[in-house]
Every structure is written in structure tokens, then in C-alpha cells.
């Protein structure tokens, strides 16, 4: 169980256009979903926590007119990166806490690479 | 504020040795701290954590971390490692007043040789 898919797997775009990256928990409700980035052979970067219902919480740094966040429900969270530009290539990881159960675990997605061009 | 450092970018060690993954963290209040494991163009994979108990984790993969308080780390060990424990290995920590909040370290690439 705690299955995180994320589609998709990878990406390439145009500058200028826009890009739309899901996250849903397969076999779980999740109370709260978190996005992050990464760089190559860097950590992981918060951008931002999402709760279903609610506006996303941004990490300081991180622009919300860029990068738009929706928690349509428990299952499913999106991540837009609106207008990108090659600095906006990254591999994106969203991860999920699950409803009701104190694990305090966070269940991570395979990953997004985007890139563009 | 929560934060962890990992103080080496990169452990080398042969087959079979033990291997150990140093992190140490700061917080304010008490720590929930967590070992992941990535492997390329992968997510996180969880490997243990610590919440409260025994000082000793236990997790998946014969990994294991001491949670040490006095010396504020968590390291991580396996007694003898295996040549696809080669990867990268994220300590990271929650305050208990964050949230779900994760601070994470820089990371530590291991490369285990046969």
C-alpha cells in the first residue's frame, strides 16, 4: 500500500508554454501533498504544500503565479509550471501524507523530469 | 528552524564492509528523523525512521540508525554492503510543531564496489 504515481514520468516542452504535472495516491487518501524539486545532484526543495480544498502554502523563493498548485481531492494534486523557460527544467517530485493514520511518513511519486527547450 | 546536514557528498566502500551514512540535524523541539534512498531518475524510497523508543531503528534493506541525542545525529549503518546499496541516501527531519514539514539533507551518493 502508499502506492504515489505521477504522470508523467517525463516531459518536454517549448518555452513559453505551459505544463501540467499530476500526483495521485493510489490506494490512499491524502490529507496534505507536498511538491519538490530537485536539481541535478542536489537535495530536494520544498515549493510547496497543498491540502485538498485549501490554497497551497508556498515556500519562501518560490513564485505562485508560476508554478500553480490544485488539490482537486484526496487522491489528486497538480502541479502547472505556467510559461516555462529552460531554467524551469528540473525533476519534480510530489510526495503524500496519508489521511487519519499518524505515520508520519511522507510517500513519494517516481518523479517528473521536465525539460525545456 | 529544522535543518540536517550531511557532512560527506560521497562514501565509497567495498563490498561486504560496513557502511555508514552520517547526518546530523537541528530543531528546536523533538525530532522525527527519517533515512530515503534514491536511485537515479527515481522517487524517494523509504528506508526507516525515528519517532520515539528505542535509539536503535531498524528498517528495510538490513539498514539501521542510532538516533543520538546528545550528539544530535542519525546515522545511518548496514553491516555488510551490497554493490546495489549504491545509490543516494537523504536524511531528513520534522519538528514535531511542523507539520508534515521535511527538511532534508544534501544527500550522500554511496558507491559500493565489488
Known amino acids: 500500500g502508499a502506492v504515489v504515481s505521477q504522470h508523467p514520468s517525463w516531459v518536454i516542452c517549448k518555452s513559453g508554454t505551459s505544463v501540467k504535472i499530476e500526483c495521485r495516491s493510489l490506494?490512499?487518501?491524502?490529507?496534505?501533498m507536498f511538491w519538490y524539486r530537485q536539481f541535478p545532484k542536489q537535495s530536494l526543495m520544498l515549493m510547496a504544500t497543498s491540502n485538498e480544498g485549501s490554497k497551497a502554502t508556498y515556500e519562501q523563493g518560490v513564485e505562485k503565479d508560476k508554478f500553480l498548485i490544485n488539490h482537486a481531492s484526496l487522491t489528486l494534486s497538480t502541479l502547472t509550471v505556467t510559461s516555462a523557460h529552460p531554467e524551469d527544467s528540473s525533476f519534480y517530485i510530489c510526495?503524500?501524507?496519508?489521511?487519519?493514520?499518524?505515520?508520519?511518513?511522507?510517500?513519494f511519486g517516481p518523479g517528473t523530469r521536465l525539460t525545456v527547450t | 528552524a529544522q535543518s540536517v546536514a550531511q557532512p560527506e557528498d560521497q562514501v565509497n566502500v567495498a563490498e561486504g564492509n560496513p557502511l555508514t551514512v552520517k547526518c546530523t540535524y537541528s530543531?528546536?523541539?523533538?525530532?522525527?528523523l527519517f533515512w530515503y534512498v534514491q536511485y537515479p531518475n527515481r522517487g524517494l524510497q523509504f528506508l526507516l525512521k525515528y519517532i520515539t523508543g528505542d535509539n536503535l531503528v531498524k528498517g528495510s534493506y538490513g539498514f539501521e540508525a542510532e538516533f543520538n541525542k546528545s550528539q544530535t545525529s542519525f546515522h545511518l549503518k548496514k553491516p555488510s554492503a551490497l554493490v546495489s546499496d549504491s545509490a543516494l541516501y537523504f536524511c531528513?527531519?520534522?519538528?514535531?510543531?511542523?507539520?508534515?514539514?521535511?527538511?532534508f539533507g544534501g544527500g550522500t551518493r554511496v558507491l559500493v564496489k565489488p
Open positions: 510526495s503524500a501524507a496519508r489521511l487519519g493514520l499518524a505515520t508520519h511518513e511522507q510517500y
Open positions: 531528513a527531519v520534522r519538528e514535531e510543531a511542523a507539520g508534515n514539514k521535511l527538511t
Open positions: 490506494d490512499f487518501q491524502a490529507t496534505t
Open positions: 530543531v528546536s523541539g523533538n525530532p522525527y
